[in-house]
């Protein structure tokens, strides 16, 4: 049996043409890449959210551990993503916040019944 299976591989390989799939492959990929590239205007300078999330916390006096970390725990899953590329690292802030804020059922301040990205905190870490 073994030998039947080394003898069907080598045929196999023998007729089919590995690398000219490997190099469309490889094209495709490059194509890919330039895209991506041009998209952003090869702008690598990306503004990570980290500190404004840390002034957020703080001007906000609701600098929880937990809550913080939720937070922190969503910018960290949001860079494996194309976030930090298509927003402003601020909205990424309030985003972030009001999700780890209602996954860990805190209370954001609110200002006149407004919310608190567009109350006086509007522009708190920009």
């Known amino acids: 049996m073994m030998l ?3 003898f069907y591989m080598r045929q196999s390989h ?3 043409d590995w690398q ?3 190099n469309k492959q490889k094209e495709l990929i490059i194509v890919g890449e330039r895209l ?3 998209t952003i205007t090869f702008d690598l300078d990306i503004q990570l959210p980290y ?3 840390v002034v957020a916390l703080k001007k906000l006096n609701i600098f929880r551990d937990h809550l913080a970390r939720v937070a922190w725990n969503f910018f960290n899953d949001w860079l494996c993503t194309t ?3 298509q927003y402003r690292p601020h909205y990424i802030v309030d985003g972030s916040m009001f999700v780890a804020a209602k996954l860990q059922k805190v209370k954001l301040p609110t200002e006149k019944g407004r919310v608190w990205w567009l109350g006086k905190y509007a522009y708190l870490c920009h």
């Open 51 to 53: 500190k404004p999330l």
């Open 36 to 38: 991506i590239l041009s």
């Open 4 to 6: 039947c299976h080394r």
């Open 83 to 85: 976030l930090c590329l």
């Open 20 to 22: 000219e799939f490997f």
């Open 14 to 16: 023998a007729k089919n």
